[in-house]
């Protein structure tokens, strides 16, 4: 199963993306030990439309044109609160289940679109405190890498 992590706009040198590699850069090999295709982290642009509605609008339908088939998960500040284990045997479970792949999205800085949480099959969120999408990013991909190391029994989650 393929995980994809798809995002609104350019992470830039700086922090958030040393930490988005560092994580990608240990999920990988795990992820193929588990039975876990590629982590593949598509970027896609900021809208340039003038309203809010408008950009969120734009980068929805872009974000929902570029998932590939399998789940979507949405993170937003609406969504509802998992554990990692739990969100670790989600992940397992749409992998034993034969889904494709799992498309995790994160919108831009206006946030996502309705469209996107109502197609995503869980949307899930990091708590009610709004964050920097570009830090929401590095998070997903902790989350990920998390998850991959609860399932492979290794000690990196701590409870």
Same mark, same amino acid.
């Given at each position: 199963? +393929?995980?994809?992590?798809?995002?609104?706009? %350019?992470?830039?040198?700086?922090?958030?993306?040393?930490?988005? /590699?560092?994580?990608?850069?240990?999920?990988?090999?795990? #992820?193929?030990?588990?039975?876990?295709?590629?982590? @593949?982290? =598509?970027?896609? =642009? /900021?809208?340039?439309?003038? *309203?809010?509605?408008?950009?969120?609008?734009? /980068?929805?339908?872009?974000?929902? $044109? +570029?998932?590939?088939? !399998?789940?979507?998960?949405?993170?937003?500040?609406?969504?509802?609160?998992?554990?990692?284990? @739990? &969100?670790? +045997?989600?992940?397992?479970?749409?992998?034993? $289940? !034969?889904? #494709?792949?799992?498309?995790?999205?994160?919108? !831009?800085?206006?946030?996502? @679109?309705?469209?996107?949480?109502?197609? #995503?099959?869980?949307?899930?969120? &990091? !708590?009610?405190?709004?964050?920097? *999408?570009?830090?929401? %990013? $590095?998070?997903?991909?902790?989350?990920?890498?998390?998850?991959?190391?609860?399932?492979?029994? *290794? =000690?990196? *989650?701590?409870?």
């Amino acid at each position: 199963m +393929r995980i994809t992590v798809l995002s609104v706009g %350019r992470l830039k040198a700086g922090p958030e993306r040393s930490l988005v /590699e560092r994580y990608h850069e240990r999920a990988v090999p795990l #992820a193929r030990t588990l039975g876990f295709g590629a982590i @593949d982290l =598509p970027e896609l =642009p /900021e809208s340039n439309a003038r *309203h809010a509605d408008q950009r969120k609008a734009e /980068e929805g339908a872009a974000l929902l $044109a +570029r998932c590939a088939s !399998g789940v979507i998960v949405a993170f937003d500040e609406r969504g509802a609160n998992l554990s990692s284990a @739990d &969100f670790a +045997r989600r992940l397992s479970g749409w992998r034993d $289940a !034969g889904e #494709a792949g799992v498309n995790l999205i994160v919108g !831009g800085p206006d946030g996502l @679109d309705a469209a996107v949480r109502e197609r #995503a099959s869980l949307v899930l969120s &990091f !708590g009610a405190l709004t964050m920097p *999408h570009q830090i929401v %990013r $590095a998070l997903v991909l902790e989350q990920v890498y998390r998850c991959l190391t609860i399932l492979a029994g *290794h =000690p990196y *989650h701590r409870v």
